[in-house]
């Protein structure tokens, strides 16, 4: 959570990977204004399984919404030279539940 109110509300991320992650700790990352906010990352024990069509959807995202837009470069869109991909995960408290937003 930021340490102090946003302009634009703050979304959790989904990091997907090819091979699991080891333990990460939390590390700070720093928001609009120099808000800092605290990033955690949790495994998870099942694989996920992802068709073409969703892997094209994922590495779109990653590279226009995510890498053009923070890094302001144009890359090549080729899923396979990826190690990993972002996604906007949507979190229902009153189930308890994730998914892909």
């Not at 990352?41 to 990653?62: I, Q, S, W």
């Amino acid at each position: 959570m930021p340490s102090e109110p946003l302009k634009q509300p703050l979304a959790a991320m989904l990091l997907l990977t090819r091979h699991p992650l080891p333990r990460v700790p939390h590390f700070p990352m720093y928001l609009e204004d120099g808000i800092e906010a605290q990033v955690t990352l949790e495994n998870l024990e099942d694989t996920l399984e992802v068709d073409d069509e969703d892997l094209g959807l994922l590495t779109a995202f990653t590279m226009n919404a995510v890498f053009a837009d923070v890094f302001n470069k144009v890359y090549q869109h080729d899923p396979s030279r990826m190690g990993y991909w972002l996604a906007p995960l949507a979190v229902e408290s009153s189930k308890g539940s994730m998914h892909l937003a």
